[in-house]
């Protein structure tokens, strides 16, 4: 009778949320035809010279872009659900910490999303291609035009690269069963996720960098947040166990989603709307309008969800959850219609015609150069500042955490942490950032200063120590917090292999060469999210050499100072001979690009360039000095710890041979290293004096002369 009831509870469940995903898909598509008519998007629009795709190429597009923003958001979700928000088993004693039953089955049900993915991506893609080409889907699918633009197209490569990433995830999910192979399907779908908005309409923008990245954010923070709660609303409603686990993890990391899709989507409007009169007078405006009252509305949810319904279910109420959620996802589907009518909705155009530089890079071509417009110049790279404000408010809640519990943290490290994010701002939202497009020279000192001046105070920081001291233990006993993760990262073999200080040194100086002297450099030069990704990449490879030069954090392998500070001296003239080929080039870097951007008040490209290799060459002595003087200071401390060190375990050893003494015991010599050592030598000393002993031959009074081959180490 219980197995009857159980299947019957089973199937109840698993009815309730077809249902809910049946409301939440007609929603969802309900507000995106709505969408689309008002805002004109499916109207055929009469171009001369440009041929019409046909009205299901209209309809197609948006209809397969939202089931592929559906199908992201439930994977995102499953995998989520497997490897976050539900707590692991085991992990006790030797035990390795493994999945849980219902972790499996969310990993499976990911499989099954992503292969829904693939196949909307996939749709998405004709319709896409048809789109462009202006030639009906049919023409498209049995021509050759498909094979052929796909890689011409900015969105037929992103999109192609999504269906290659969620074939993947389809593939992999059915046969994951580690904590650490589904955060790696989590990190796959968490990829798959950008390509598409980095190449949408946002790129070509004005003031594309901060839309781009606005978007990426937007979609990044919206996915699990969509797809968690689609998640948490099928784990009460099949009834399973730890919903009181899932939903507290869940409504913490709602709250910070939230956060992030509200700036995201207020700089995105800003970005295309910089008129508010025209949130009303467009169809444009009108859409984004609608948009952020559905935001809103999701908003008053979540406060309800925090408020009352997470303590429900900690009470064992688990009906005062799935109830609300219901309507809940309905409203998120809704608005993901009413963001894909959006985005096939043309935003005002400019009140003035761009030049072909600013359509490259954004903003209009800066004046002649001076230090002072390079310090008042101001430029918002919202990548950066988000990085900065994230970096800088974790590192500060983990020093208040640790205040709060009467520990101490070193004053000095968190100057260092807050001065090496002080140079990030200094140099990507000033001047610096708005003149390093344009011109090598200055890019070339905001490298320098991301990859050998900022890393040396950020490890100076010490934030793995700080998160290690600060983060919680999990609270479920073998599960794994963020803490536990920290740690299994820092015991990783991926972790050994790039902390190895070979490793470290090459990719710290071998991708300066490989970027400059290939085509990458332009590549990343025209494209925001490459120059993102360069910019970065410097950033983490810097920080990775230095720390395994002065880094305070856990490391797998630590060099003895001798051999840091010989690192040191071996590495840094790399970095002059890469300034000195910069000085001595005959023909410029990314020549397509400069030609391009390039202001017609600077000296010849090819001497700028010249001058960014200067800059390189005599850059290097001052991380240097910077690393001596941190070296001397960290081996001078090192050596005074360990004195104490001995000094401590010579006490101890002192008072357990006196208490032994008072109880007539024999002392225990190697209870103490110096105890120990000084055994040691006094054997040694034993073993001398006896062979100074003058030996008897047969018992009588010798002359003390060893006998042959005796004594005195001879063959006789």
């Given at each position: 009778?219980?197995?009857?009831?159980?299947?019957?509870?089973?199937?109840?469940?698993?009815?309730?949320?077809?249902?809910?995903?049946?409301?939440?898909?007609?929603?969802?598509?309900?507000?995106?035809?709505?969408?689309?008519?008002?805002?004109?998007?499916?109207?055929?629009?009469?171009?001369?010279?440009?041929?019409?795709?046909?009205?299901?190429?209209?309809?197609?597009?948006?209809?397969?872009?939202?089931?592929?923003?559906?199908?992201?958001?439930?994977?995102?979700?499953?995998?989520?659900?497997?490897?976050?928000?539900?707590?692991?088993?085991?992990?006790?004693?030797?035990?390795?910490?493994?999945?849980?039953?219902?972790?499996?089955?969310?990993?499976?049900?990911?499989?099954?999303?992503?292969?829904?993915?693939?196949?909307?991506?996939?749709?998405?893609?004709?319709?896409?291609?048809?789109?462009?080409?202006?030639?009906?889907?049919?023409?498209?699918?049995?021509?050759?035009?498909?094979?052929?633009?796909?890689?011409?197209?900015?969105?037929?490569?992103?999109?192609?690269?999504?269906?290659?990433?969620?074939?993947?995830?389809?593939?992999?999910?059915?046969?994951?069963?580690?904590?650490?192979?589904?955060?790696?399907?989590?990190?796959?779908?968490?990829?798959?996720?950008?390509?598409?908005?980095?190449?949408?309409?946002?790129?070509?923008?004005?003031?594309?960098?901060?839309?781009?990245?606005?978007?990426?954010?937007?979609?990044?923070?919206?996915?699990?947040?969509?797809?968690?709660?689609?998640?948490?609303?099928?784990?009460?409603?099949?009834?399973?166990?730890?919903?009181?686990?899932?939903?507290?993890?869940?409504?913490?990391?709602a709250l910070w989603c939230y956060v992030a899709v509200g700036v995201s989507g207020l700089v995105n409007v800003i970005a295309r709307l910089p008129d508010p009169a025209e949130l009303v007078g467009t169809d444009y405006g009108r859409l984004a309008l609608g948009k952020i009252i559905a935001f809103a509305a999701l908003g008053w949810f979540g406060w309800w969800h925090r408020g009352r319904t997470v303590p429900a279910v900690a009470d064992g109420r688990p009906w005062a959850l799935t109830r609300l959620a219901g309507v809940e996802i309905a409203v998120m589907a809704a608005t993901m219609g009413l963001a894909v009518a959006l985005?096939?909705?043309?935003?005002?155009?400019?009140?003035?015609?761009?030049?072909?530089?600013?359509?490259?890079?954004?903003?209009?071509?800066?004046?002649?150069?001076?230090?002072?417009?390079?310090?008042?110049?101001?430029?918002?790279?919202?990548?950066?500042?988000?990085?900065?404000?994230?970096?800088?408010?974790?590192?500060?809640?983990?020093?208040?955490?640790?205040?709060?519990?009467?520990?101490?943290?070193?004053?000095?490290?968190?100057?260092?942490?807050?001065?090496?994010?002080?140079?990030?701002?200094?140099?990507?939202?000033?001047?610096?950032?708005?003149?390093?497009?344009?011109?090598?020279?200055?890019?070339?000192?905001?490298?320098?200063?991301?990859?050998?001046?900022?890393?040396?105070?950020?490890?100076?920081?010490?934030?793995?120590?700080?998160?290690?001291?600060?983060?919680?233990?999990?609270?479920?006993?073998?599960?794994?917090?963020?803490?536990?993760?920290?740690?299994?990262?820092?015991?990783?073999?991926?972790?050994?292999?790039?902390?190895?200080?070979?490793?470290?040194?090459?990719?710290?100086?071998?991708?300066?060469?490989?970027?400059?002297?290939?085509?990458?450099?332009?590549?990343?030069?025209?494209?925001?999210?490459?120059?993102?990704?360069?910019?970065?990449?410097?950033?983490?490879?810097?920080?990775?050499?230095?720390?395994?030069?002065?880094?305070?954090?856990?490391?797998?392998?630590?060099?003895?100072?001798?051999?840091?500070?010989?690192?040191?001296?071996?590495?840094?003239?790399?970095?002059?001979?890469?300034?000195?080929?910069?000085?001595?080039?005959?023909?410029?870097?990314?020549?397509?690009?400069?030609?391009?951007?390039?202001?017609?008040?600077?000296?010849?490209?090819?001497?700028?360039?010249?001058?960014?290799?200067?800059?390189?060459?005599?850059?290097?002595?001052?991380?240097?000095?910077?690393?001596?003087?941190?070296?001397?200071?960290?081996?001078?401390?090192?050596?005074?710890?360990?004195?104490?060190?001995?000094?401590?375990?010579?006490?101890?050893?002192?008072?357990?041979?006196?208490?032994?003494?008072?109880?007539?015991?024999?002392?225990?010599?190697?209870?103490?290293?110096?105890?120990?050592?000084?055994?040691?030598?006094?054997?040694?000393?034993?073993?001398?004096?006896?062979?100074?002993?003058?030996?008897?031959?047969?018992?009588?009074?010798?002359?003390?002369?060893?006998?042959?081959?005796?004594?005195?180490?001879?063959?006789?």
């Open positions: 009778m219980a197995t009857k009831d159980t299947g019957t509870a089973a199937d109840t469940g698993t009815a309730a949320v077809l249902r809910v995903g049946v409301v939440a898909l007609a929603a969802g598509l309900a507000v995106l035809v709505a969408g689309l008519v008002l805002g004109g998007a499916v109207a055929e629009k009469v171009v001369p010279g440009l041929a019409d795709a046909g009205a299901l190429t209209r309809w197609g597009l948006p209809v397969s872009r939202l089931a592929m923003n559906l199908g992201a958001a439930l994977t995102v979700g499953a995998l989520l659900a497997a490897a976050a928000l539900l707590p692991l088993e085991g992990g006790k004693g030797k035990e390795a910490p493994r999945l849980s039953r219902d972790a499996l089955d969310y990993l499976r049900a990911a499989s099954w999303a992503a292969t829904a993915w693939a196949a909307a991506a996939a749709a998405t893609l004709v319709f896409t291609v048809a789109d462009v080409l202006g030639q009906p889907v049919g023409e498209i699918l049995t021509g050759s035009e498909l094979s052929n633009y796909v890689g011409q197209l900015p969105q037929g490569t992103a999109l192609m690269l999504v269906v290659l990433l969620a074939v993947v995830v389809a593939l992999l999910g059915r046969t994951t069963t580690t904590p650490a192979a589904a955060f790696g399907l989590l990190a796959v779908a968490g990829i798959a996720l950008l390509p598409p908005p980095l190449t949408g309409h946002s790129s070509s923008a004005a003031n594309h960098s901060v839309a781009v990245t606005g978007v990426a954010l937007h979609v990044a923070a919206a996915a699990p947040w969509v797809g968690g709660l689609a998640m948490l609303a099928a784990h009460g409603l099949t009834r399973r166990a730890r919903l009181d686990v899932m939903a507290d993890r869940f409504s913490r990391m985005a096939r909705t043309a935003p005002p155009a400019p009140a003035t015609d761009e030049t072909p530089a600013e359509v490259l890079l954004g903003f209009p071509v800066p004046p002649p150069i001076t230090v002072g417009r390079l310090a008042t110049l101001w430029t918002f790279d919202l990548f950066f500042a988000a990085l900065v404000v994230v970096l800088g408010g974790l590192y500060l809640a983990g020093v208040v955490r640790l205040r709060r519990r009467g520990d101490s943290w070193p004053v000095m490290r968190t100057v260092a942490w807050l001065f090496g994010l002080l140079t990030i701002v200094a140099v990507t939202q000033t001047g610096v950032a708005r003149y390093a497009p344009v011109m090598f020279s200055v890019h070339m000192a905001e490298h320098m200063v991301l990859s050998m001046l900022t890393p040396i105070f950020l490890v100076a920081g010490a934030p793995v120590t700080l998160a290690l001291r600060a983060l919680r233990p999990a609270r479920v006993r073998g599960d794994r917090g963020p803490r536990e993760w920290l740690t299994a990262l820092l015991h990783s073999r991926y972790t050994a292999v790039v902390a190895h200080p070979g490793v470290a040194t090459v990719i710290f100086v071998a991708s300066t060469f490989v970027l400059y002297f290939t085509p990458l450099f332009q590549a990343a030069m025209r494209n925001h999210l490459g120059h993102i990704a360069m910019t970065v990449h410097f950033l983490v490879a810097g920080s990775l050499f230095f720390w395994v030069l002065i880094g305070v954090d856990p490391a797998p392998r630590r060099l003895p100072y001798p051999g840091r500070i010989l690192l040191l001296f071996v590495t840094m003239p790399f970095h002059a001979f890469f300034g000195l080929a910069l000085m001595n080039l005959g023909e410029p870097l990314a020549r397509g690009w400069y030609n391009a951007v390039y202001p017609s008040w600077a000296t010849s490209l090819l001497k700028d360039q010249h001058t960014g290799g200067a800059i390189a060459w005599g850059f290097g002595e001052i991380p240097t000095f910077i690393v001596l003087v941190f070296l001397a200071f960290q081996w001078f401390f090192a050596d005074q710890r360990q004195a104490r060190r001995l000094d401590r375990k010579a006490d101890r050893a002192a008072e357990r041979t006196a208490e032994r003494a008072a109880r007539g015991e024999t002392a225990a010599a190697e209870d103490d290293e110096l105890a120990a050592y000084n055994a040691r030598l006094a054997k040694l000393a034993e073993r001398d004096q006896q062979a100074r002993t003058p030996r008897r031959a047969g018992g009588g009074g010798g002359s003390g002369i060893p006998r042959a081959g005796e004594g005195d180490g001879s063959t006789g």
